[in-house]
């Protein structure tokens, strides 16, 4: 197998051979699930605790081994973020890197296509663990070419954008394009993800949430959060089809979910059956592929601030307002008993998200030298309900670490009393740790620390879900 890093920063990018691009590949799969799904479809009850024991400890292993150490899910704009962002619906701008000439029913068809290889992901999600949406619509809002003129029989409500930057890749491979077409930067999610209160032009519908990007002469597939790449001959050729095994492997990675080029990179002992996200094991979504694709939400979803609790809708997409759970920490004045001098407060709600508990790529929050009982606070501008908070402590093993144990409090109106109910209260590292407890309304939130020892404390970042009302 071929391997070459990826063409854009923050994506989890692969590039396969390209005798597998071409299709010439063969291989046998072990699977049941060929052309159709082996699992059970995922009912209102079902959860992880449903998961097959032969896949468990598989699955448990590329979690904890892989996507954890890697970091695959930290980025807020994987296809769970853009779908809930969108609520239920994907938006993908056609980036057409190629010579080829395309008709309309070309470019119907591969809108038609789009939506049917990401609804053989997310149909497994349906019902399972809380996932509140059932068939994802997913529409192309626009085409993005060098030269228009290879749009064939043009429509007026089609969207075509004209601007190209270089292809950088180009100069290692002269035979790809270098002028490489562009949709603007105000219109995409990957451009705006981290802004909370980023308003698309236009509005949200709008929007483009990744491209598919059709290059030609590319050699293979790649996949990310900012879409999936591969050739455009093989987009061409495999549009009608009903599952295509590139294009699911790169939605695949859109999701989060890894490659296993190398030994290592697998689970010890194998997998207990195909995968389409080892290139050329499987050229359809396997039941491994399923449980790990639920599995990673079960485990993400645990975020509220990130996915809040909605209601579903028996037609999906779903509503959230007018009782959307939000995160209201970037709203909030942050304040602390003591701060050092060469660190803010005001990182306790400027919306990094860290890597690891010693991530100082950005500001940070700590009380380094004060001891013992240490708080922060969050006053907000007007009353909110608030029901849990989500806390990513700061440990730098040079005098900051984890607390030993704190509380939670908000103000009553005259004093600070401590919330009910509080479940949590984690003081793990490189994660956050989430607290719930009975809804409060108030306008001041305060965490109270113990520190542990003769260690002082610190937080890289402080949600507080709420009910917007």
């Known amino acids: 197998m071929l391997k070459k890093k990826g063409m854009m920063a923050a994506s989890f990018s692969v590039v396969i051979a390209s005798s597998l691009l071409m299709g010439n590949a063969s291989f046998v799969s072990a699977d049941a699930h060929m052309n159709g799904s082996a699992v059970v479809a995922a009912t209102s009850n079902t959860t992880l605790a449903d998961m097959p024991a032969y896949l468990k400890s598989s699955v448990e292993w590329v979690w904890k081994n892989r996507m954890l150490t890697e970091g695959s899910t930290n980025r807020k704009n994987l296809i769970f973020d ?8 994907l938006n993908y701008v056609v980036r057409w890197q190629s010579s080829k000439p395309v008709t309309l029913q070309q470019r119907q068809d591969i809108a038609r296509m789009l939506g049917r290889q990401m609804n053989h992901w997310t149909e497994h999600l349906q019902g399972y663990d809380g996932w509140p949406y ?3 619509k997913v529409k192309v809002v626009g085409w993005a070419v060098a030269d228009p003129s290879l749009l064939l029989d043009k429509q007026p409500d089609e969207v075509v954008y004209t601007d190209t930057i270089v292809d950088g890749l180009a100069s290692e491979q002269p035979e790809i394009p270098a002028a490489l077409p562009v949709a603007p930067n105000e219109i995409s999610r990957f451009e705006h993800f981290s802004d909370p209160n980023y308003s698309y032009p236009g509005g949200l519908d709008k929007r483009f949430d990744m491209y598919l990007w059709a290059t030609e002469n590319f050699g293979g597939g ?10 455009d001959e093989y987009v061409l050729s495999t549009v009608n089809a009903d599952e295509i095994e590139i294009t699911e492997h790169e939605m695949g990675h859109s999701f989060g979910l890894n490659d296993f080029y190398e030994e ?25 592929d399923i449980w790990m694709l639920r599995y990673t939400w079960s485990q993400i979803k645990k975020d509220t601030s990130r996915f809040p609790t909605t209601t579903k809708d028996d037609e999906g997409p779903i509503e959230t307002d007018p009782n959307e759970i939000v995160n209201i920490g970037p709203a909030a004045i942050a ?9 803010n407060v005001s990182a306790l709600n400027d919306g990094f998200e860290p890597a690891n508990s010693n991530d100082r790529s950005h500001a940070v929050y700590g009380n380094w030298p004060e001891t013992g009982t240490q708080w922060v606070q969050y006053d907000f501008d007007q009353e909110h309900t608030v029901s849990q908070t989500d806390v ?11 607390p030993k144990s704190y ?46 020892g003769s260690a002082s404390t610190g937080i890289l970042e402080w949600k507080v879900a709420a009910i917007n009302k």
């Open 264 to 288: 290592h990179e697998r689970p010890p002992g194998g997998f207990p059956t195909n995968t389409i996200m080892w290139a050329g094991d499987s050229d359809h979504i396997t039941d491994w």
């Open 222 to 231: 790649a996949g990310g959060d900012w879409g999936q790449r591969m050739n």
């Open 82 to 89: 853009q779908i809930f962002a969108g609520k239920g619906t």
């Open 392 to 402: 990513y402590w700061f440990k730098d093993g040079a005098g900051i670490d984890v």
């Open 335 to 343: 304040s602390s008993s003591y701060t050092s001098s060469w660190e």
């Open 407 to 452: 509380k939670i409090k908000y103000w009553n109106g005259q004093g600070w009393s401590n919330v009910k109910q509080a479940k949590g209260l984690g003081t793990a590292a490189d994660q956050y740790n989430a607290t719930t407890f009975a809804p409060v309304k108030t306008t001041k939130l305060r965490i109270e620390m113990v520190s542990m």
């Open 134 to 136: 059932k068939n994802i």
